[in-house]
């Protein structure tokens, strides 16, 4: 079964075409230099609809996370066990991405690490975050 | 409704068989729970004037709250769907208070039900499917399904304050006791500390017990003005203040993942009142898990932020208690009513009839709803009159 994916719209279409590039693009805020996510047409912050697709550092650490120990999904049901985090990038910005290339058990609170991408479809390539160990 | 204090009441409630009711519609369980309602009152249809239903999630249905009114025969001056999921509840009563001050209707019936055991056993075809909103930025990140947002929000939790296993398990426990004094709980096996670490992991922190139920259940009440309801046949529950509170959409949003909105919407709630928190007698808290509660704790002010888990140890939450919490059994052992049967529980009690359950002397009740991932709170005081 085909995990799911998200719908492309011409709203969000450039973050997805970053991440087939390997480039985590996040929106920033033309006049109060705020970063969003999700995109967004106007800035929640000020209200402006000027906004840019900004390369981020695309480093960052590990706000909180799950465990899966049971699949919510089927197609997700050979990964069990798969953490997801709550990545908090430099910018400031959270993100919940699949931990990548770290056992579950050791995942910590705290932990820094650098975001990678996995390609599911010709579409999409999901970012993902690897926990430096 | 800064002025409506005392001048509407709960005259009415009703609840639907619970559990796994076979062959269930959600219209049919939320029929059933509205006539006894009714009935529990001492009103006939023609007596009620405005409604407020709830669309079920797996069938999401146009005009459902006039499919229902038409079903029972009321003839509404006004009516309209209201979903906020486990918010629902204690919207809709701000809704009808609203209404009745302004004049626009004078008995309002709330009432609403779910198959959702039923259903998810044997699914039927659908017209349409509800959009949640985490098909795009959540579930192909790998984020899916009801408990992984409360399970982020717990963990951080218990990384900022220490917050244990065992302190949540205390909270399933407590449940699970007032649930078996509870004949139409849904879960009413036995339930220690011991099983609850020994119960299979669901998403890491969370173990089964943690997770609330899935069921069939209707809810209903019938709320209106303290003139109307002096003449009823039973007690009157006064709603006595009311607040919300919408911090965020996404636990992404979330500023600090460790609180929720009843930091926010408690406070306005009890100005509306013109009581305080140590006035409180029980409290029927929202518990889509059992972090839900504990966090509620700490918003309201039950205990300063951090400690509730140490609030939740040695019973103080369970009948008997400091401050007994979600006496029928709540989501997590009663049934998951989207919050329905918080309030009529509530009534229950205010009115001295919660039978085994009661809580003695029960003079003011704390009430909350919550909706998405912490992302809307809602918080309602009733008193007895």
């Known amino acids: 079964m085909a995990k799911p994916l998200p719908i492309i719209t011409p709203e969000n279409a450039p973050f997805w075409e970053g991440c087939r590039n390997r480039q985590l693009l996040l929106q920033r805020c033309t006049a109060c230099a705020a970063w969003r996510y999700p995109p967004a047409p106007v800035c929640p912050r000020c209200a402006s609809t000027g906004a840019t697709w900004t390369p981020t550092s695309q480093t960052g650490q590990v706000y909180s996370f799950v465990i899966y120990r049971r699949a919510f999904h089927p197609a997700y049901a050979a990964e069990v066990p798969y953490a997801v985090a709550l990545v908090e990038l430099d910018e400031g910005v959270r993100l919940p991405l699949r931990i990548v290339d770290c056992p579950p058990e050791t995942l910590k609170i705290g932990a820094r690490g650098e975001i990678r991408f996995t390609r599911l479809t010709d579409e999409v390539t999901l970012p993902v975050f690897a926990p430096r160990l | ?385």
Request: glycine share 12%.
């Open chain 2, 1 to 385: 409704m800064a002025t409506a204090r005392g001048k509407y009441c709960i005259v009415g409630i009703g609840e639907s068989d619970l559990g796994q009711v076979p062959q269930s519609t959600s219209l049919g369980l939320t029929v059933q729970a509205a006539v006894r309602a009714l009935e529990d009152a001492g009103l006939t249809p023609p007596q009620v004037d405005g409604c407020l239903s709830k669309p079920p999630y797996q069938e999401p249905t146009f005009l459902f709250t006039d499919q229902l009114a038409a079903t029972l025969g009321l003839r509404l001056r006004y009516g309209h769907d209201l979903h906020a999921g486990g918010c629902t509840p204690v919207l809709a009563v701000a809704n009808a208070v609203r209404a009745l001050e302004a004049g626009l209707c004078h008995t309002m019936l709330i009432a609403f039900g779910e198959n959702m055991l039923t259903h998810s056993k044997t699914p039927r075809p659908t017209h349409g499917k509800l959009h949640w909103g985490y098909e795009d930025w959540e579930e192909p990140f790998g984020l899916v399904g009801p408990p992984a947002g409360y399970a982020l929000a717990a963990k951080r939790h218990m990384h900022c304050y220490g917050t244990t296993a065992e302190q949540l398990g205390a909270i399933a426990v407590a449940h699970r006791q007032h649930a078996i004094l509870n004949e139409g709980a849904q879960m009413r096996k036995p339930l220690t500390l011991d099983d609850y670490l020994r119960s299979p992991w669901i998403v890491e922190p969370f173990r089964l017990p943690d997770c609330s139920l899935v069921s069939d259940y209707g809810g209903a009440f019938v709320v209106t003005t303290a003139e109307r309801a002096a003449n009823l046949r039973q007690q009157p529950v006064a709603i006595l203040g009311y607040g919300e509170s919408h911090p965020h959409r996404y636990v992404l949003q979330a500023e600090d993942l460790t609180y929720c909105g009843a930091v926010e919407s408690g406070p306005a709630a009890f100005q509306m009142a013109g009581i305080a928190l140590h006035e409180i007698d029980f409290a029927e808290l929202y518990d889509s898990f059992t972090y839900t509660v504990l966090v509620q704790l700490e918003d309201y002010g039950f205990c300063a932020k951090g400690a509730g888990g140490t609030f939740v140890e040695d019973g103080r939450i369970a009948l008997g208690g400091a401050l007994p919490v979600n006496t029928h059994g709540g989501l997590l052992s009663q049934a998951h009513a989207d919050g329905i049967l918080h309030v009529t529980e509530a009534v229950k009690q205010l009115r001295g009839q919660a039978g085994l359950r009661q809580v003695a002397n029960a003079r003011i009740g704390l009430v909350s709803g919550g909706a998405g991932v912490l992302a809307v709170h809602a918080s309602l005081l009733l008193g007895a009159v």
